[in-house]
């Protein structure tokens, strides 16, 4: 297979969740969806896990979110479920009784305990869960749980995404080889800070709790955090990490630590991507990619303020190479930049730079705007080693047709 990534240390692999040594996962259509389509699904690891967490910087969190966030970080997970076409949110006590319970089930049926089961909810807010369909699916998925699982259970966990969304890789560590694999779900109600985006990761690296937290926070701020779809976050994100150690690889070091991270980024930023392409309504990807302010921070900034424009997303829909929305973003942006070095092109094409327009032809440029990926590259002209990078979509009249009849 292809190595896609730009280091020789971690290679593209088959697979998502139950890529790496020691994980199992299945998804069961319980009827919670309309469609009844998968809508339960679950992932065990043969042995406890180190695993840890990022969620929601909405107010209004949802029972899952609240528990995770209450068990994280911790070295005894074994097993996480997760269920869409109800989100479990808005819900009061009952809503928690609910979480527990389906939580207490699963620890029943894998020999766990509650407390080692992680829970996940998506879809409608302010509806109870179905809670003899959710018993149902979660005992079929146990019943069926297999190393060839982990499409089953990105299926299971989509509600408007139009396709599932899973990678993984593998990194050459010190002590050997490790794999970490990845699937998520995400297609609107997304902006930075995550929002109705689950991604669950899985390893069969050997790490520790506190390494384990701070690296994922780190590449969750890099990534997830840096897209958008639509401006809108909701009340059930997060991104669980588990790390089983089955490979025998360990991440020791320094050397070691800054592979994995990196593989780890791969991931996630991999992930981001399959969301964007897939946001309700798009007809194109965007990857926004911004150097030069004089801290990381600048450059993500501006990279969030141009992915969140809708007058740019709306643009791109349009095929118009209307730079200016772009100029207007990044002056809002809060971002440090320099007037006079800021550059920013369009499709690789250059059409702003010394306070300027650049020649372009603005025909030949609206051609190459119909690709399926648009790329936006800003340099704000203070350093040379700061970078982010953003990713949204398009803004098509789906979009508004999908969201208008959503809850009918």
């Not at 772009?326 to 730079?353: D, E, H, M, Q």
């Amino acid at each position: 297979m292809k190595n896609r990534s730009r280091h020789p240390f971690v290679v593209l692999t088959d697979g998502g969740v139950t890529a790496p040594r020691g994980y199992c996962a299945w998804g069961h259509a319980a009827g919670i969806k309309i469609s009844r389509l998968p809508d339960v699904g679950v992932i065990t690891s043969d042995r406890a896990c180190t695993a840890c967490g990022t969620f929601t910087t909405n107010a209004v969190r949802a029972p899952c979110v609240e528990r995770n966030a209450a068990l994280l970080p911790s070295h005894t997970i074994r097993a996480v479920v997760c269920n869409s076409g109800n989100a479990n949110a808005c819900t009061g006590t009952r809503g928690m009784r609910d979480a527990d319970a389906t939580a207490a089930l699963a620890a029943r049926l894998i020999g766990a305990r509650p407390a080692d089961v992680l829970i996940a909810s998506t879809g409608v807010i302010g509806r109870f869960l179905p809670m003899d369909k959710m018993r149902r699916g979660v005992r079929a998925c146990v019943k069926r749980l297999a190393r060839t699982g982990g499409m089953r259970f990105a299926r299971a966990i989509m509600t408007t995404d139009t396709v599932p969304k899973e990678y993984a890789v593998s990194v050459r560590l010190s002590t050997g080889t490790a794999i970490i694999g990845g699937c998520a779900k995400g297609s609107g109600m997304i902006c930075p800070n995550m929002a109705t985006m689950l991604c669950f990761i899985t390893t069969d690296a050997k790490i520790g709790c506190r390494a384990f937290d701070r690296m994922l926070k780190r590449v969750v701020g890099r990534t997830f955090n840096n897209l958008t779809i639509d401006g809108d976050m909701s009340t059930n994100d997060m991104v669980l990490a588990l790390a089983n150690g089955m490979s025998g690889a360990a991440v020791a070091g320094g050397s070691d630590s800054a592979a994995f991270e990196t593989a780890l980024y791969a991931v996630c930023n991999e992930l981001c991507a399959k969301i964007a392409a897939d946001g309700e309504g798009a007809t194109k990807r965007i990857e926004i990619t911004v150097t030069g302010g004089p801290a990381d921070a600048d450059c993500a900034q501006a990279a969030q303020a141009i992915a969140n424009s809708n007058l740019v997303k709306t643009a791109m829909f349009g095929n118009d190479p209307n730079w200016g929305r772009i100029l207007c973003a990044i002056g809002y942006s809060g971002a440090r930049f320099s007037k006079n070095s800021l550059k920013v092109s369009l499709c690789g094409t250059p059409v702003f730079a010394r306070m300027r327009p650049c020649r372009f032809s603005a025909a030949s440029l609206s051609k190459k705007l119909h690709a399926k990926i648009i790329t936006i590259d800003v340099d704000l002209g203070m350093a040379k080693r700061t970078c982010a990078v953003a990713h949204t979509c398009d803004f098509s009249y789906d979009y508004v047709k999908i969201n208008a009849e959503y809850h009918t």
